[in-house]
């Protein structure tokens, strides 16, 4: 039996981190909003658990800060990157219009997504549901007028001229909106590890170790996040192979002082896994139906970026789908509109950080040869500090918004770890380095610029 339910201004289906504080935005425009959550309980999740600064901002503009508190958080005040040996400390640079560090914020996922979602409750217009959208409603013309749900007793008919899908990684309805599937590049496995002392307090820890990255980050008073990067086919659980690769692979390349923790985490933990996968953006022309989040656009979250791309969506969003520029989301033709403009005018963050978590994920991999070259060129790079380090890692951060940016870095380290081969092998080593200069150019070419490429297609 389907039950017929009033009409809204807008339903939104997902209340993960996306569908929240859209919630929040646009129930505080004074839209009627219907927010869809088949799980309201409070999820566990390995990713999603550092927020950048740039995030933190967009939080902030959102009204939504107060979401990152009370919530046992740790202070993110940079990075450490570990190499052969040595480490490298990269702060988060200083904000221009506060003149102070800016900072990010670790924590549990669940604790976060469960402030949201109190916050989305507590917002006048915001209706709030247990239920598991189904179906999309469309009309002829194939444009989208509310969905159907089935919640705890019979599935519900919800109506609205506009509708927001932000179901995650695992979309259901990506497909009507985009051809485009998630390419997964590798996994990651998590785990925790109790009462860690990290050699750098308040910062993420970015060991690059072989075969991949592996990273570390304080989420809780007690708790350390690992995530180990597995490239490739993941190994089973079942028959211990995961663990027994985690003790014999990767726990060699951790640093002495972490490695003896790491192990007894591994034998004593849950072990779980994740997708980490590549999604270009689409553009959203689909009449009555806009996609949001990790079901439109993904990179690999070894940067961390993927919360903070998505607050500045809803930021972005706000601004263009206004009371003050579409009076009522039934003016469809003009809703297309702003979303095209909408999908180009994203790129100025979206872009540089999608494409430094995949070109830095190559890099920090480094599968062959030449992108080792690069690996130990950045690292060098790094050890340059001012601007070597500020650049970038306001890149990562959320907080430099421009694209040509990222490239000059990129090729910046290209160079530079050529300049390094040259220096370390000296006349001796001159002929293969001169061979060098091409293959190491090409390599960063092939790294950096397919995914350059995607950002520029709608």
Not at 94 to 120: D, P, Y
Not at 286 to 313: E, F, K, Q, W, Y
Request: charged share 20%; hydrophobic share 40%.
């Amino acid at each position: 039996m389907i039950t017929p339910v009033e009409e809204y201004d807008l339903i939104i289906v997902g209340a993960g981190v996306v569908g929240t504080a859209a919630a929040k935005a646009f129930g505080s425009d004074g839209r009627r909003v219907l927010l869809l959550e088949r799980d309201l309980s409070e999820p566990d999740r390995i990713v999603g658990e550092l927020l950048q600064p740039g995030g933190v901002n967009s939080l902030a503009t959102l009204g939504l800060e107060d979401c990152i508190e009370d919530i046992d958080g740790i202070v993110c005040e940079g990075y450490a990157v570990f190499h052969n040996g040595e480490v490298v400390q990269i702060p988060y640079p200083v904000e221009e219009e506060t003149g102070k560090q800016a900072f990010g914020k670790s924590f549990h996922h669940g604790k976060f997504i469960q402030k949201l979602r109190a916050a989305a409750m507590d917002t006048k217009n915001v209706t709030v549901r247990e239920a598991t959208v189904t179906t999309l409603i469309k009309e002829e013309d194939e444009r989208v007028i509310g969905v159907v749900a089935k919640g705890q007793a019979d599935e519900e008919k919800h109506y609205a001229p506009l509708t927001i899908v932000c179901d995650g990684l695992f979309s259901r309805f990506r497909k009507e909106f985009t051809e485009k599937t998630p390419d997964v590049r590798s996994h990651f496995v998590g785990f925790e590890i109790k009462d860690l002392e990290l050699p750098l307090p308040k910062h993420g820890h970015v060991i690059l170790a072989k075969p991949a990255p592996v990273l570390m980050y304080q989420i809780g008073t007690h708790e350390t996040r690992v995530l180990v990067d597995v490239p490739g086919q993941l190994p089973s659980v079942a028959n211990g192979d995961l663990k027994q690769y985690m003790i014999d692979v990767v726990a060699p390349g951790i640093p002495e002082s972490l490695q003896k923790k790491f192990v007894e985490a591994v034998e004593t933990e849950r072990l779980r896994s994740m997708p980490n996968s590549f999604l270009p953006p689409s553009a959203n022309q689909s009449c009555g139906l806009i996609v949001l989040g990790d079901a439109m656009n993904m990179r690999h979250p070894l940067t961390g970026g993927g919360m903070t791309v998505a607050l500045n969506d809803v930021v972005l969003l706000k601004d263009y789908l206004s009371p003050e520029s579409i009076p009522s989301f039934t003016e469809t033709d003009v809703v297309v509109q702003q979303m095209n403009a909408f999908h180009w005018a994203r790129k100025s963050y979206c872009t540089a950080i999608n494409v430094l978590a995949m070109a830095l994920y190559r890099l920090f991999a480094a599968e062959d040869d030449n992108l080792a070259v690069l690996q130990r060129g950045c690292f060098e790079y790094f050890k340059c500090g001012g601007d070597c380090v500020n650049g970038p890692v306001g890149l990562l951060s959320g907080l430099i918004q421009r694209p040509l940016v990222l490239v000059y870095h990129f090729f910046a380290v290209a160079f530079y770890a050529i300049f390094c081969e040259f220096r370390l092998g000296g006349w001796r080593q001159a002929p293969i380095n001169i061979i060098r200069i091409f293959t190491v150019l090409y390599a960063a070419c092939v790294t950096i610029l397919p995914y350059l490429w995607s950002e520029t297609k709608s």
